[in-house]
């Protein structure tokens, strides 16, 4: 199997960018925009909501835009970037296009808008809200440094609850709680990005059958299940898994506590 050098973990990626000297950036959060892109969580490919954010780190510091006041060429106009994201990517005209390539698209759109602004890396989020059956959304993150090619692919599920038994005290074991989970595939290849509906059906699936006494047996449980049942292709054993829960009963007076793993999802 072939291995993609200029994939990166995310932790590697930010760790490039962190050690750069290029700390100036624009961010656009939570931009509404309506896609054809990607599948509903039935699983058809139809147009659907999304938010999209992006993030682009300057190759310089924006000292000539901050010292005249005024948006120049060391800086990137967030309006006109929002402006062009909504524009290109709302075009009735689109084909259906994979959610793998609607980020690399909106990538583009960046350079674009960006002009003569120097661009160190870009990142971007794309969340489907209603790309969850049982969550706050599912979505993927890239993210790209320009002049290496050094690139990170995640793709999540956002906040997805689940009643399952678990807990060690006697109460616990008289009826399901709530769990809530948030489950990140890293250096996922690009072919597995719109999968989102199938992994949360699997996850699903293997967490509400489950009477584990703690968190950690579960999370354990989860990750091997996923890896022997769900992660199967040859393509996908070189990306990672993390997988986190929360217990949102368990503690009266805090919101919930959790626990976290990250595991490859080579078994070999």
Request: aromatic residues 6%; contains cysteine; charged residues 20%.
């Amino acid at each position: 199997m072939s291995v993609d050098k200029n994939l990166a973990r995310q932790a590697a990626w930010n760790s490039q960018v962190a050690q750069s000297d290029c700390t100036d950036k624009i961010i656009v959060q939570n931009l509404a925009v309506t896609v054809n892109a990607g599948t509903d969580v039935w699983g058809r490919r139809k147009k659907q909501r999304a938010l999209v954010s992006v993030t682009v780190t300057l190759g310089n510091h924006f000292s000539s835009a901050s010292s005249t006041d005024t948006v120049d060429e060391s800086t990137v106009h967030y309006g006109t970037l929002s402006k062009a994201i909504q524009g290109r990517i709302q075009d009735d005209s689109l084909e259906w296009m994979s959610t793998a390539d609607l980020s690399i698209a909106i990538a583009g759109i960046v350079r674009t808008a960006a002009g003569s602004a120097p661009i160190f890396a870009i990142e971007t989020d794309v969340c489907y809200l209603k790309g969850s059956m049982f969550g706050d959304g599912a979505g993927h993150q890239a993210s790209i440094i320009t002049h290496t090619g050094v690139y990170s692919n995640v793709l999540y599920l956002k906040n997805v609850r689940i009643p399952c038994l678990i807990g060690v005290n006697s109460n616990e074991r008289l009826q399901k709680q709530p769990i809530v989970v948030n489950l990140w595939v890293d250096c996922v290849p690009a072919s597995r990005v719109d999968d989102y509906t199938a992994l949360e059906a699997a996850l699903v699936q293997i967490v509400s059958a489950t009477e584990y006494e703690t968190l950690e047996s579960l999370l354990a449980f989860v990750v091997q299940e996923l890896q022997t049942k769900f992660f199967i292709k040859e393509e996908d054993q070189n990306a990672y898994i993390r997988l986190r829960m929360e217990k949102p009963m368990a503690v009266p007076f805090a919101d919930a506590p959790a626990v976290e793993i990250t595991r490859p999802l080579r078994t070999v």
